[in-house]
């Protein structure tokens, strides 16, 4: 009887979150924003809520610590699926061909991102707030707020540009190639700011050799899947598959957790390891792995909220939430803008690039529970990030339709200039 009683607590807990994010993407879409948008605020936004309309006992009967336990694993899991897909897509064949173009706007968008992420590090260092700044050595806070500033989210951005029939458009390409390129690199430091966060110079040695040796045995997997053989066994069994890639995603997610990093840092490798042939079974199983993820991300949501924010609302400085939204924002749309006028397009076509480049989303919270499992991120810094991304995020689409506007009121002008 208990055990069922149990079933019931968890299908029900499960069906008011379905609910409540269902709604949060009928709402989003109703503001024209990405779904993603809605799903982010209304996840984060369950546990505070709960917390704060039932009181702390009531909520914690209501989502007692072994029901959270079992929804934090629920969402690690989430993110390996949906990791281990984004990390896919991140192909050297999905960057495009002018390699003068992206490689400007990446510059563009990358360097004054991580240039603002360095002074947002210098603002939280010399406050010198408790709560705010945490424990952290310096160089692990500067390299994670750098890499938080740079995100620019693939899965939204490609939702975004679907959402506008731009994604066969060259501004289009361009922006998602960067972003491809932009996040490779993030996901590149990010280890490296989990491996300085204790401050110690040998735990640092040992998480590199721990990335090191997870890099070899996802070459090695990846070798043995494109074998001939194995790759044509595969392809005949699309079922195994699939729990093939789900198996090591939450494998290696599961592994170099315990061994000093992060799920993400595991789900990336696994991402990696897994082929990116010909055949179409490896993409067509990855499919299904990653929109498994995507539909249980939520949970991840509702996780944190429940985790940092029911104990952090009270604490944050507004300025350092200003701080960060101004700095996120000027340094994408102006460095985007700057870096694509550079590498050869025109006024407009920059100013899309460097809207569509503000975008963060559900990448750059990964990227930000990342630094909060790890200590680099304090709840008050977590949650001014969290501001940041949904702010510049919800910007993109505003943005995008006021530079179309733009564009269309001068054309006339120019048009009766020319003609004279």
């Given at each position: 009887?208990?055990?069922?009683?149990?079933?019931?607590?968890?299908?029900?807990?499960?069906?008011?979150?379905?609910?409540?994010?269902?709604?949060?993407?009928?709402?989003?879409?109703?503001?024209?924003?990405?779904?993603?948008?809605?799903?982010?605020?209304?996840?984060?936004?369950?546990?505070?809520?709960?917390?704060?309309?039932?009181?702390?006992?009531?909520?914690?009967?209501?989502?007692?610590?072994?029901?959270?336990?079992?929804?934090?694993?629920?969402?690690?899991?989430?993110?390996?699926?949906?990791?281990?897909?984004?990390?896919?897509?991140?192909?050297?064949?999905?960057?495009g061909k002018s390699a003068?173009?992206?490689?400007?706007?990446?510059?563009?968008?990358?360097?004054?991102?991580?240039v603002a992420g360095v002074?947002?590090?210098?603002?939280?260092?010399?406050?010198?707030?408790?709560?705010?700044?945490?424990?952290?050595?310096?160089?692990?806070?500067?390299?994670?707020?750098?890499?938080?500033?740079?995100?620019?989210?693939?899965?939204?951005?490609?939702?975004?540009?679907?959402?506008?029939?731009?994604?066969?458009?060259?501004?289009?390409?361009?922006?998602?190639?960067?972003?491809?390129?932009?996040?490779?690199?993030?996901?590149l430091v990010l280890p490296?700011?989990?491996?300085?966060?204790?401050?110690?110079?040998?735990?640092?040695?040992?998480?590199?050799?721990?990335?090191?040796?997870?890099?070899?045995?996802?070459?090695?997997?990846?070798?043995?899947?494109?074998?001939?053989?194995?790759?044509?066994?595969?392809?005949?069994?699309?079922?195994?598959?699939?729990?093939?890639?789900?198996?090591?995603?939450?494998?290696?997610?599961?592994?170099?957790?315990?061994?000093?990093?992060?799920?993400?840092?595991?789900?990336?490798?696994?991402?990696?390891?897994?082929?990116?042939?010909?055949?179409?079974?490896?993409?067509?199983?990855?499919?299904?792995?990653?929109?498994?993820?995507?539909?249980?991300?939520?949970?991840?949501?509702?996780?944190?909220?429940?985790?940092?924010?029911?104990?952090?609302?009270?604490?944050?400085?507004?300025?350092?939430?200003?701080?960060?939204?101004?700095?996120?924002?000027?340094?994408?749309?102006?460095?985007?803008?700057?870096?694509?006028?550079?590498?050869?397009?025109?006024?407009?076509?920059?100013?899309?690039?460097?809207?569509?480049?503000?975008?963060?989303?559900?990448?750059?919270?990964?990227?930000?529970?990342?630094?909060?499992?790890?200590?680099?991120?304090?709840?008050?810094?977590?949650?001014?990030?969290?501001?940041?991304?949904?702010?510049?995020?919800?910007?993109?689409?505003?943005?995008?339709?006021?530079?179309?506007?733009?564009?269309?009121?001068?054309?006339?002008?120019?048009?009766?200039?020319?003609?004279?």
């Open positions: 009887m208990a055990l069922l009683g149990g079933l019931v607590h968890v299908a029900a807990l499960l069906a008011v979150i379905a609910l409540a994010i269902g709604l949060g993407r009928v709402v989003a879409a109703w503001l024209r924003q990405p779904e993603v948008i809605g799903e982010i605020t209304v996840g984060l936004a369950i546990g505070p809520l709960a917390f704060w309309l039932l009181g702390p006992a009531r909520f914690a009967s209501a989502l007692p610590g072994s029901l959270l336990h079992g929804l934090t694993l629920l969402a690690q899991a989430a993110l390996g699926l949906f990791l281990v897909g984004l990390t896919h897509e991140l192909r050297a064949d999905r960057v003068k173009a992206v490689g400007w706007t990446v510059a563009g968008s990358l360097v004054p991102a991580s002074l947002l590090a210098g603002y939280v260092l010399g406050t010198g707030y408790p709560a705010v700044r945490g424990t952290a050595p310096a160089v692990s806070l500067v390299l994670m707020l750098a890499v938080s500033m740079s995100i620019t989210a693939v899965p939204v951005l490609a939702r975004i540009l679907a959402d506008r029939g731009m994604a066969g458009t060259a501004v289009g390409r361009l922006a998602f190639g960067s972003s491809i390129v932009i996040d490779a690199i993030c996901w490296v700011a989990v491996g300085l966060s204790d401050g110690r110079l040998d735990r640092f040695l040992l998480s590199i050799a721990v990335l090191a040796g997870g890099v070899v045995v996802a070459l090695a997997i990846r070798a043995v899947l494109r074998a001939p053989a194995v790759d044509q066994w595969m392809s005949g069994k699309p079922r195994l598959t699939v729990i093939v890639i789900g198996g090591l995603a939450l494998g290696m997610a599961t592994t170099l957790e315990w061994l000093g990093l992060t799920v993400v840092v595991g789900a990336v490798l696994a991402g990696l390891a897994v082929p990116t042939g010909p055949g179409r079974h490896w993409s067509a199983a990855m499919g299904r792995v990653t929109t498994a993820g995507y539909r249980l991300v939520p949970v991840f949501f509702v996780v944190t909220g429940v985790t940092v924010f029911t104990k952090s609302f009270g604490v944050v400085p507004i300025m350092l939430i200003v701080l960060a939204v101004l700095l996120g924002t000027a340094s994408k749309v102006a460095g985007g803008y700057f870096g694509a006028r550079i590498g050869g397009q025109n006024r407009w076509d920059s100013l899309r690039i460097g809207a569509l480049m503000n975008s963060r989303g559900l990448t750059e919270l990964i990227v930000l529970q990342a630094g909060y499992s790890a200590g680099i991120l304090t709840a008050p810094l977590y949650l001014a990030l969290v501001v940041m991304a949904l702010v510049t995020t919800a910007l993109t689409g505003p943005m995008l339709h006021l530079t179309d506007l733009a564009e269309l009121r001068r054309r006339p002008a120019a048009d009766r200039h020319a003609g004279r």
